[in-house]
T-cell receptor, first 118, second 116 residues
């Protein structure tokens, strides 16, 4: 069974500063993928960034980057230059393969609530 | 980009009522759809996986007779909460897969269900 661990229930960050959200995972698969989603208080899930286990470089998407340390089984999300609109809950998730399908289901971590202060 | 529409956004109804929630992929055909339940300040819990034309696969502990899932087409899946009670009150959210392991699932905006 796969497991995702997010140990930070909540974090405060000053506007314009960077923040790192921790995510560790446990899997015996060689091929796996990790996703980060943002969930504002309105509830929708917004995809941020993806890292595949065989990707040689750390993923980056605008102000979001992923610090992927395969040996340590960690995939921390870094948000640079925080904005007030970044205040939300952030989830790390790992894909689990579905039988006879190219689709997958997601296992989510507990989430981290980020509050950006002006 | 891929859009998933979920309807209704919120519903309040009396105990004993059955409530249907729709999840539609608007501009793509979803190979698989997923239903999640989320309590306040908690993570998303996968309830079931559904494919068009076949029975849904429920996660352990999810009552099949309570949460009926119908996947009538490649663009529509429905979740019906039967004979809903206050403990069924929650945030329900669907997602749709596109059949590519390195592409994200696309989520609907969720449904807030309150049973009085």
């Amino acid at each position: 069974a796969q497991k995702i661990t997010q140990t930070q229930p909540g974090m405060f960050v000053q506007e314009k500063e960077a923040v790192t959200l921790d995510c560790t995972y446990d899997t015996s698969d060689q091929s796996y993928g990790l996703f980060w989603y943002k969930q504002p208080s309105s509830g929708e899930m917004i995809f941020l960034i993806y890292q595949g286990s065989y990707d040689e470089q750390n993923a980056t998407e605008g102000r979001y980057s992923l610090n992927f340390q395969k040996a340590r089984k960690s995939a921390n999300l870094v948000i640079s230059a925080s904005q007030l609109g970044d205040s939300a809950m952030y989830f790390c998730a790992m894909r689990e393969p579905l039988l006879r399908s190219n689709d997958y289901k997601l296992s989510f971590g507990a989430g981290t609530t980020v509050t950006v202060r002006a | 980009g891929a859009v998933v529409s979920q309807h209704p956004s919120w519903v309040i109804c009396k105990s004993g009522t059955s409530v249907k929630i729709e999840c539609r992929s608007l501009d793509f055909q979803a190979t698989t759809m997923f239903w999640y339940r989320q309590f306040p300040k908690q993570s998303l819990m996968l309830m079931a996986t559904s494919n068009e034309g076949s029975k849904a696969t429920y996660e352990q502990g999810v009552e099949k007779d309570k949460f009926l899932i119908n996947h009538a087409s490649l663009t529509l899946s429905t979740l019906t909460v039967t004979s809903a009670h206050p403990e069924d009150s929650s945030f329900y959210i669907c997602s749709a897969g596109v059949g590519l392991f390195n592409q994200p699932q696309h989520f609907g905006d969720g449904t807030r269900l309150s049973i009085l």
